[in-house]
């Protein structure tokens, strides 16, 4: 796949600009504790390409294809190629690798919710979880793409059990909450539990299983 450097410089805008986005509390919690649900039949979305890389399709809540995500090793870190069409048009969403390899549309906690929380094996708050990707900055039709590379984790550490590649409804800011900020529901000014959790990225609107391919 090309890679185009106007896009690659979206993405690290969209880093800096998901910073200024202020905890809105909206969308469903991204914390919630995932359901067991078993993954449906025939929803598996990993196939393998050369050099070791794989590609994930995700798919929306209706079942319906809406991007593909390749996952390249590159010299100790992994490159993250996404390309996507159909979402909503024209705002940045919250991009996310979750824990659990699975994708139910149906969960009854919500859609997707059976993903989990942020792939974190360090335990760290959002915005230094090891699944936190770039978000998704998406043109007036409904198209993104986006390339980003991290050393936050290998291709093996995500295939060793499985997880899912989201997009959320909504931006992401990283937990960067100023100290000027309060939330009712925090002890003392800055990101409450939630946005140290979430990013406050809302509902999920599409998910792709990462698994051995
Ligand atoms: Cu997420």
């Known amino acids: 796949m090309p890679r185009s450097p106007s896009r690659t410089a979206l993405a690290a805008a969209a880093v800096a600009a998901a910073g200024l986005v202020l905890a809105?509390?909206?969308g469903a919690d991204d914390d919630q504790a995932a359901a067991a649900t078993p993954q449906p039949s025939g929803t598996s979305s990993?196939?393998?390409k050369g050099g070791g890389a794989v590609d994930v399709v995700l798919r929306d809540g209706a079942g319906a294809e809406v991007g593909t995500?390749?996952?390249t090793p590159a010299d100790g870190s992994v490159q993250v190629e996404g390309r996507f069409h159909g979402l909503p048009a024209g705002a940045y969403h919250g991009f996310h690798i979750h824990q659990k390899?699975?994708?139910d549309p149906k969960a009854p906690d919500g859609p997707f919710s059976t993903a989990g929380p942020h792939f974190n094996p360090t335990n760290a708050h959002h915005g230094e979880h090891a699944g936190d990707l770039?978000?998704?900055l998406v043109d007036s039709d409904g198209t993104a793409e986006i390339t980003s590379q991290t050393d936050r984790f290998t291709l093996g550490d995500l295939q060793e059990?499985?997880?899912?590649?989201?997009v959320h409804a909504q931006p992401d800011n990283f937990a960067h909450i100023p100290d000027r900020y309060r939330s009712t529901d925090a002890p003392a000014p800055g990101p409450d539990e939630k946005s140290n959790a979430t990013g406050?990225?809302?509902d999920r609107i599409a998910c792709g299983v990462l698994e051995k391919a």
């Open 101 to 103: 390899p699975v994708c």
């Open 161 to 166: 059990g499985g997880v899912a590649l989201i």
């Open 46 to 48: 990993t196939t393998p």
């Open 69 to 71: 995500v390749t996952l």
């Open 134 to 136: 770039p978000p998704l």
């Open 24 to 26: 809105s509390g909206c």
């Open 200 to 202: 406050d990225a809302g």
